[in-house]
């Protein structure tokens, strides 16, 4: 019996791939403190979202995206233009198979290439998951703001973890 081989790749986000970004970003809204956000967003408001990031990738395997990460300004002043916040998200029932790990590489390396100084991680805790990827590239944390947000009816601490490409 052969062994199932599963194709996949990552490439660069598409105004296509909209709407499966929303399905996947939706599900945290609705069921995670893993996003702020209260309300599910739109494929249009999604894609609004890809067009206004620096980068934005997709892990695509057997035509269906699996997860995306993303790369977006810090904020808005000229002086933090070589900061970004980057951002990964899974389709359920897909972690730890390296997916996310994928993707932040080859955000991470395009990002380099761009000139791109510091990168921002910032979560939502508790999230084991997400610190121990952040970690894993080298992220420390910087900050952590306690009960800073208010989401399924209890208050959520915020921490930011920071990355220096050069």
């Known amino acids: 019996m052969k062994p199932l081989i599963f194709l996949f790749m990552i490439r660069k986000a598409t105004r296509n791939d909209a709407k499966e970004i929303a399905e996947i970003y939706n599900y945290y809204v609705v069921n995670s403190i893993a996003t702020f956000a209260q309300e599910s967003i739109s494929e249009t408001e999604m894609l609004l979202n890809i067009e206004n990031a620096i980068l934005w990738y997709v892990y695509v395997e057997e035509y269906a995206i699996l997860g995306y990460a993303y790369a977006s300004k810090w904020k808005q002043r000229s002086a933090y233009k070589f900061t970004v916040e980057s951002s990964v998200y899974?389709?359920?029932?897909?972690?730890?198979?390296?997916?996310?790990?994928?993707?932040?590489?080859?955000?991470f390396q395009n990002?380099?290439?761009?000139?791109i100084h510091a990168i921002i991680g910032g979560m939502s805790l508790p999230n084991k998951a997400s610190q121990a990827l952040h970690e894993k590239f080298g992220f420390k944390k910087v900050a952590h703001f306690k009960e800073v947000g208010?989401?399924?009816?209890?208050?959520?601490?915020?921490?930011?973890?920071?990355?220096?490409l050069s």
Request: proline fraction near 3%; avoid cysteine.
């Open 90 to 107: 899974l389709k359920p029932n897909t972690f730890n198979k390296g997916i996310g790990t994928q993707l932040y590489t080859k955000l």
């Open 111 to 115: 990002l380099k290439s761009l000139k």
């Open 150 to 164: 208010y989401k399924f009816n209890k208050w959520i601490d915020v921490g930011y973890w920071e990355l220096l």
